[in-house]
């Protein structure tokens, strides 16, 4: 039962330009990419192409793509190595830093990484879909940096590249910015003063937003107000907010439903241990129905065998399927499909900060585990800057933490600073910049809620 009894089931998803298609390019590395890709699926010509595995790719780039895979992993994982795990993480991180935002100044000199990537790409590297794209009058739209690169060596003209991260590292754009034909379509503005420090042309960016599930966005109010209904146990936050909350979704009601918390596993399979901390803080909440709990394994088998394993070891196998559910789904596309359910039904995601941060724009507060890398401490900064997410305390302590949280309405008021600060309609903006004769003109949506008017 909804708890705001004036909130109506959500009308269809509006589609936008049926006809509209491009090719659309991502790479099986990690989650963060495709998951980027995944809202565009129905406008890609023959298929969403994996850059590094689709058959179009030929034998000898799979080989570089596969050893740049295996690093990627390889180095996801390095820091729960026992002991020395930390130590050789700084040592790579130290190579992927990215500098400061501020002062603004010129960054447009080449590092030698993206000169090296240059030199690969005129010796061939990513060069086997453009051959197919050349083939065909249709843009390109990627999540990866490679694709979007390779194509504007080769000429190109309608070229996009979708950001994935609230800031980036100098590889994401060409040696020569000028010459370029990239349009960069940003999920922050700090992402655009980076791409403009890099040398990029301020009209060649546009702010879109990170591309979400447009199936989530539809629902995005009616699944805000049943879960504020969850999240503020004690009234605290309405008792504050009530007038504001009333103007943009009505009167609320308060509910006794469990909270449901999803836990997902980057897709490297990094930070799996912490489910455990979690399981074992919250043993006795699970069990009394305080708390429900997502495992999400993703497409990873071993991640679920894991999960099964921690789940029996601490007696907790009358919990499956009730109060506690694992997610696993050999298929991305299947996977994240069921992603996208289990969040309307999310009160709280805890994930490390990678492009999931940007899923705060449905209305979910985070709790954040440690960043990998420059790219997330940044992600981390800029939804903590909003209110919409905050830094886990220990895990070990979960049941506390989470208790004084959410009797205080931190929670409840992270969920609603979420919906209305963080960007949601990204989707729709790719979409409106693909189907326009002026792409760099074409006026875009931005969050409007009642709230700031």
């Not at 090719?23 to 998951?35: D, F």
């Not at 603004?104 to 990513?126: E, I, T």
């Not at 308060?254 to 241990?273: D, F, K, L, R």
């Not at 289990?342 to 009160?347: A, K, S």
Request: hydrophobic letters at 40%.
């Amino acid at each position: 039962m909804n708890p705001f009894t004036h909130v109506n089931e959500p009308e269809a998803v509006i589609e936008t330009a049926k006809d509209l298609k491009a090719w659309v390019i991502t790479v099986n590395m990690g989650y963060g990419h495709q998951r980027a890709a995944y809202p565009l699926r129905n406008l890609a010509h023959l298929r969403v192409i994996a850059a590094n595995e689709d058959e179009l790719v030929s034998g000898e780039e799979r080989k570089q793509w596969v050893k740049m895979q295996k690093f990627y992993e390889g180095v996801s994982r390095i820091k729960d190595v026992p002991l020395i795990g930390s130590w050789l993480w700084e040592q790579y991180d130290r190579f992927q830093r990215i500098a400061s935002l501020y002062p603004f100044r010129d960054q447009s000199k080449p590092s030698s990484v993206v000169c090296r990537l240059d030199n690969m790409m005129k010796k061939g590297f990513g060069m086997s879909i453009v051959d197919e794209v050349n083939k065909t009058n249709l843009p390109v739209v990627s999540t990866f940096f490679v694709p979007p690169l390779a194509a504007s060596m080769s000429g190109i003209k309608r070229v996009y590249s979708i950001v994935t991260d609230v800031d980036i590292n100098r590889i994401w754009v060409a040696k020569d910015p000028e010459a370029a034909t990239i349009t960069y379509l940003a999920p922050s503005n700090e992402a655009r003063y980076r791409l403009l420090q890099y040398g990029v042309p301020k009209e060649r960016v546009r702010v879109t937003g990170f591309p979400l599930p447009e199936e989530n966005v539809a629902t995005v109010e009616m699944d805000l107000s049943r879960r504020l209904g969850r999240l503020d146990t004690n009234n605290t936050f309405l008792n504050r907010y009530r007038h504001t909350v009333f103007n943009i979704l009505g009167s609320p009601t308060h509910s006794n439903e469990p909270i449901t918390i999803t836990y997902a596993v980057g897709g490297a399979g990094a930070q799996m241990n912490v489910a455990e901390k979690i399981l074992k803080s919250l043993k006795a909440e699970l069990k009394n129905d305080t708390y429900r709990l997502n495992l999400i394994a993703g497409t990873r088998l071993e991640v679920k065998a894991y999960f099964e394993k921690i789940i029996a070891d601490l007696g907790l196998e009358l919990e499956l399927d009730r109060s506690i559910r694992i997610l696993y789904e050999p298929n991305i596309q299947d996977y994240f499909t069921l992603f996208n359910q289990f969040l309307r039904t999310t009160d709280i995601l805890w994930t490390k900060p990678s492009e999931l941060v940007f899923y705060a724009g449905l209305g979910i507060p985070l709790v954040m585990s440690d960043p990998l890398g420059a790219h997330e401490e940044t992600n981390r900064e800029w939804i903590s800057r909003m209110g919409a997410g905050f830094p886990m305390e220990n895990p070990r302590y979960a049941n506390e933490w989470l208790k004084h949280w959410l009797e205080s309405g931190m929670l409840a008021e992270a969920a609603f600073d979420a919906y209305t600060k963080a960007p949601r309609f990204g989707t729709e903006n790719v979409k409106r910049i693909l189907a326009s004769d002026d792409p760099l003109n074409v006026p875009l949506r931005e969050n409007t809620p009642n709230y700031f008017l």
